[in-house]
Nanobody, 124 residues
Framework: QVQLVESGGGLVQAGGSLRLTCAAS????????MGWFRQAPGKERAFVSA????????YYADSVKGRFTISRDNAKNTVYLQMNSLKPEDTAVYYC?????????????????WGQGTQVTVSS
């Protein structure tokens, strides 16, 4: 069973930056597609970004394009989400997620497994 542990969340002022990190267990990480979702209070969990197994394909929600960057280091079993120019509406719990199929075809990517989440709060 794959375990995902997120870190890097916190409180930041609008316009600031945070980098989320997701560490995965298991030997097959390099074959998985990975991604991030977020859930704001009172809202459904929403897709943020995804990356295929090699890092050659990435997808983003329209709301974060140009501000967030997803990347991965297969040697470290880690996926990152660099978040710049943060806005108060980015406030949410951010979840790392993965799919055992390594490709990502678009923003309708759906994961098989999830992390526990990390809180990101952006103050105005």
């Amino acid at each position: 069973q794959v375990q995902l542990v997120e870190s890097g969340g916190g409180l930041v002022q609008a316009g600031g930056s945070l980098r989320l990190t997701c560490a995965a267990s298991g030997r097959a990480f390099s074959s998985y597609s990975m991604g991030w979702f977020r859930q704001a209070p009172g809202k459904e969990r929403a897709f943020v970004s995804a990356i295929n197994w090699s890092g050659s394909n990435t997808y983003y929600a329209d709301s974060v394009k140009g501000r967030f960057t997803i990347s991965r280091d297969n040697a470290k079993n880690t996926v990152y989400l660099q978040m710049n120019s943060l806005k108060p509406e980015d406030t949410a719990v951010y979840y790392c997620a993965g799919n055992r199929w390594g490709e990502v075809l678009g923003a309708d990517w759906r994961p098989d497994f999830w992390g526990q989440g990390t809180q990101v709060t952006v103050s105005s």
